[in-house]
């Protein structure tokens, strides 16, 4: 890997590996805690509708996404609030509705051919200095809004009705968060692809969360464990001449199908003691 660095391209995809794995770590331990993978699941897809808006009427890449994304998280986000029971069914319609959009308009995009691959497993190879400082923006920015409301999030994450109690603003915070959701899948996926995104948000945090006491370590290790899977997903791509998205998500997907029992073995083995005959 270090004489892979020699490369500007490689360097600059190491950056956008590490700056990933912070944002989504972060982000990625409040999804899996308040239990809204699908719904950012369905903010990754729904996303395509804004990026075939960007293409097909010429408008820079991440006003025409964000606006679209946010606009579909806000009505997932009031959707899981005012119906619950039917959330899951809308936000899939959304989902649906909002990749159709975009490969419609994709495909309507007068003189343009657009590579949905390079949406799906991203582009980290070709990530440019600009995005790199975008990117550090929207860590800085995430980092800095997390700080704030850590005891209000902390509070809506493991227990609603007690921080309503204490005087959390809920509503005011589950939007904030599902915007910073919003934001965090649309400056990913450009670099990273959806998959990716997806990847980067569920799989360091469900693992970091059965070793961890506490929310703040559950996202350290949330992006310790992103910054191993990307780095090593890179090493993997170079040494072997792979997809770097798709090799990034076979070192998570690896690591997470090889904890499941391990950790299976960890949970039986004190009980096992316990209830042996001395």
């Given at each position: 890997?270090?004489?892979?660095?020699?490369?500007?391209?490689?360097?600059?995809?190491?950056?956008?590996?590490?700056l990933s794995s912070v944002i989504c770590g972060i982000m990625g331990a409040l999804v899996v805690i308040n239990r809204i993978v699908f719904l950012s699941g369905g903010i990754a897809h729904a996303a395509y509708g804004g990026i075939g808006l960007a293409f097909y009427f010429?408008?820079?890449?991440?006003?025409?996404?964000?606006?679209?994304?946010?606009?579909?998280?806000?009505?997932?986000?009031?959707?899981?609030?005012?119906?619950?029971?039917?959330?899951?069914?809308?936000?899939?319609?959304?989902?649906?509705?909002?990749?159709?959009?975009?490969?419609?308009?994709?495909?309507?995009?007068?003189?343009?051919?657009?590579?949905?691959?390079?949406?799906?497993?991203?582009?980290?190879?070709?990530?440019?200095?600009?995005?790199?400082?975008?990117?550090?923006?929207?860590?800085?920015?995430?980092?800095?809004?997390?700080?704030?409301?850590?005891?209000?999030?902390?509070?809506?994450?493991?227990?609603?009705?007690?921080?309503?109690?204490?005087?959390?603003?809920?509503?005011?915070?589950?939007?904030?968060?599902?915007?910073?959701?919003?934001?965090?899948?649309?400056?990913?996926?450009?670099?990273?692809?959806?998959?990716?995104v997806i990847a980067l948000l569920t799989i360091p945090p469900f693992i970091a969360e059965k070793h961890t006491k506490s929310l703040f370590q559950m996202m350290v290790g949330s992006i310790c464990l992103s910054a191993l899977f990307t780095t090593s997903g890179l090493w993997?791509?170079?040494?072997?001449?792979?997809?770097?998205?798709?090799?990034?998500?076979?070192?998570?997907?690896?690591?997470?199908?090889?904890?499941?029992?391990?950790?299976?073995?960890?949970?039986?083995?004190?009980?096992?003691?316990?209830?042996?005959?001395?």
């Amino acid at each position: 890997m270090i004489e892979a660095l020699q490369y500007d391209f490689m360097r600059h995809a190491l950056a956008a590996g590490l700056l990933s794995s912070v944002i989504c770590g972060i982000m990625g331990a409040l999804v899996v805690i308040n239990r809204i993978v699908f719904l950012s699941g369905g903010i990754a897809h729904a996303a395509y509708g804004g990026i075939g808006l960007a293409f097909y009427f010429r408008w820079p890449y991440f006003f025409g996404t964000i606006g679209f994304s946010l606009g579909a998280a806000m009505l997932m986000a009031t959707v899981t609030l005012k119906a619950k029971h039917r959330a899951d069914t809308i936000i899939g319609v959304i989902w649906a509705l909002g990749m159709a959009l975009g490969v419609i308009l994709l495909d309507l995009t007068p003189g343009y051919n657009v590579d949905l691959m390079s949406f799906l497993f991203g582009s980290i190879l070709t990530v440019s200095a600009s995005d790199l400082w975008i990117m550090l923006t929207t860590a800085i920015v995430i980092s800095l809004i997390v700080a704030c409301f850590y005891k209000d999030l902390l509070a809506l994450s493991y227990d609603e009705e007690f921080a309503r109690i204490r005087g959390v603003p809920v509503k005011t915070v589950y939007f904030i968060m599902i915007c910073m959701l919003a934001v965090t899948i649309v400056m990913v996926i450009q670099v990273v692809g959806l998959i990716l995104v997806i990847a980067l948000l569920t799989i360091p945090p469900f693992i970091a969360e059965k070793h961890t006491k506490s929310l703040f370590q559950m996202m350290v290790g949330s992006i310790c464990l992103s910054a191993l899977f990307t780095t090593s997903g890179l090493w993997l791509s170079y040494a072997f001449d792979l997809t770097s998205g798709a090799s990034i998500i076979l070192v998570a997907g690896i690591v997470f199908l090889l904890f499941l029992p391990l950790e299976h073995l960890i949970r039986r083995s004190p009980t096992e003691k316990a209830g042996s005959p001395r």
